[in-house]
């Protein structure tokens, strides 16, 4: 034929393939073949045929290279891997092989390795829902013996909505990937991955697909997914979760002309819970309240935690008025008691509201305008609601700005410590010194402490801020005392997330062995209602401390609620009467007082009155043998420069 003289094979060549060639033209006529394909395909001639008398050739048409399962039309059930590859325009080289479906197994198992990156677990051929054959792999992984598997059907094997999938997926390609729920002989439903390799007979789709268990992965997966948009110990969705169904309302939200409602909640008082209860306790509560949350979860509503005790709300197509109502009702039910471990516990919630668009048009600026809504009225009451307003920002961005300068003013060294002196009554002279905190900005001079410290105590400063105020008065004293001046001792006021702190006493150890102050020149102020929040916990700490030889006092003494029981075994060297019993001229005052020092004498403690500002004042201390005095009438609190004539 002339037309092989212009081929890339000729057919010389052909003879030497141990491959099954058919040189093919567009139109489907053979040019030219090989012996092996004349086998193949049971004939002695096939050149000047039509290649459609054996294999349906315009399905290879599509790609300039083509590889399929085809079956055999002169010979029923004979099964080719058919590979074209177009080799010159309009001509077309076709490999043959002949393959039964247990033969075919392992090269699909290669070809399906090649394009998932995963080893395939079973092979199954079948027509729509009737199976042709499979392998024992197959029948294992669906708990069947290979006998019992292929009297089943695919409708059988596979969960319904799965199996309405896998039917619909007729114009599937090759290489074409389907994760459907299988059922296994018991009826119990596992995860599987369906690889699909299509081949032709007579015309129609025969499907013959690799199936692997996947329910490892997909748990893997489910559970990933889990820990991104889940809280483990509420079982709420997290802030993740939040912001990206919050995302989604704005953009509903603005399409619709809708308002939506960002609720911040946070527990009232789970910190004092937590510190006296324990963390376990603080657990259980956390899931008790979220358990009441979900009680108002809607259609409208999503509820997720924030972090800690802070929960956030989203109200979808609301009114200010209807998310007000939302608030007193969340209110409502926290006011009831809550029972964890034959405990009653009474909690309530403080929640700030923001409203889309009126109080932000972001999700985040949504959220923070709650936040500081919350905080503004956590402030003030508790237990009530309260909704941003811009006034809100503009303190909140202050706090901030202040936040970011104290920390600026730890680096730089911009506190001071002022020391109050301390008069004893009967011998008439100075027998300590508390220290106090001052902040001399750079830019706004002296800050007072009541602008910075409950700021410090919100943020976590205040532990770092607390330990350089120990540090510096025990170096402080030790230099007074090393200049020859009289040892005194100096008083410094704890936080309590200083107190609560588990290395506390290892501090204050370190602390002393480095400036060399000896223990008992050291007196450290708690409240009141630090010593009453955790009493097993307060009297470890409490002993560690004496034991370090460091003395012991509570500071704001009345204004709490201790019983003269915890003071009989706390070992507290000292208690400070508050200034406000001081200054009121009121006889109840003034009894509260005597109770006060006749009761710790009795203790053998010693009394130091604060704020002590009149001459009036003093004689009444006196007369009732207060032992220790502080205040404007003897002195101010000064700088260390300045106190060289008390210490004398």
Known sequence: MN?????????????????????????????????????????????????????????????????????????????????????????????????????????????????????????????????????????????????????????????????????????????????????????????????????????????????????????????????????????????????????????????????????????????EINDTLGYAFGDKLLQACAGRLKLFQQVDTFIARMSGDEFLILGRNTTKDEAIQLAEKLIEEFEKPITIDSYEVYTTVSIGISIFPENGLTASDLIKHADSAMYVIKEKHRNYYNIFESSISENFKSMLTMEVEMRRAMKEGQFELYYQPQKDLVKNEVVGLEALIRWNHPERGFISPLEFIPLAEKTGLIIEIGDWVISEACRQNKEWQDKGFRPITVSVNLSAKQFYHRNLVDKIKDILDETGLAPHYLELEITERMAMSNEEEIIETLHSLRELGVLVSIDDFGTGYSSFKYLSVFPITKLKIDKMFLNEQKKENRAIVKSIIHMSHSLNMKVIAEGVETVEQLKFLTNERCDEMQGYLFSRPLPPKQLTDFLS
């Not at 991104?228 to 619709?256: C, G, M, S």
Request: proline fraction near 1%.
């Open 3 to 271: 037309e092989n003289l212009t081929l890339p094979l000729n057919t010389q060549f052909l003879s030497f393939l141990t491959d099954a060639i058919v040189i093919v033209r567009e139109d489907g006529m053979i040019i030219d073949c090989n012996e092996k394909a004349c086998s193949l395909l049971n004939v002695e001639q096939v050149t000047g045929q039509s290649i459609d008398k054996f294999l349906d050739f315009h399905l290879l048409l599509d790609a300039s290279q083509t590889h399929l399962l085809m079956e055999l039309k002169i010979e029923n059930k004979k099964l080719l891997e058919v590979k074209s590859r177009q080799i010159k325009e309009g001509v077309y080289c076709l490999i043959l092989d002949e393959l039964s479906i247990r033969n075919r197994a392992d090269e699909i198992k290669r070809y399906i390795n090649q394009i998932s990156n995963s080893s395939v677990e079973g092979i199954v051929l079948y027509n729509k829902s009737e199976i042709i054959d499979c392998d024992e792999t197959l029948a294992s992984m669906f708990g069947y013996t290979l006998e019992d598997l292929k009297v089943q059907t695919m409708e059988q094997l596979i969960e319904p909505k799965s199996y309405k999938k896998l039917m619909d997926n007729d114009s599937v390609a090759i290489n074409g990937i389907l994760e459907l729920k299988g059922v296994r002989k018991d009826g119990t439903l596992f995860y599987i991955e369906i690889v699909e390799y299509p081949y032709y007979k007579n015309g129609k789709i025969v499907r013959a697909a690799s199936v692997k268990d996947i329910t490892e992965r997909i748990e893997n997966e489910h559970k990933i997914e889990y820990m991104a948009y889940y809280d483990e110990l509420t079982d709420l969705p997290n802030r993740n979760f939040f912001n990206k169904v919050l995302k989604e309302a704005i953009v509903q939200a603005n399409e619709h002309k809708e308002q939506i409602a960002v609720f911040f909640l946070d527990i009232d008082y789970f910190k």
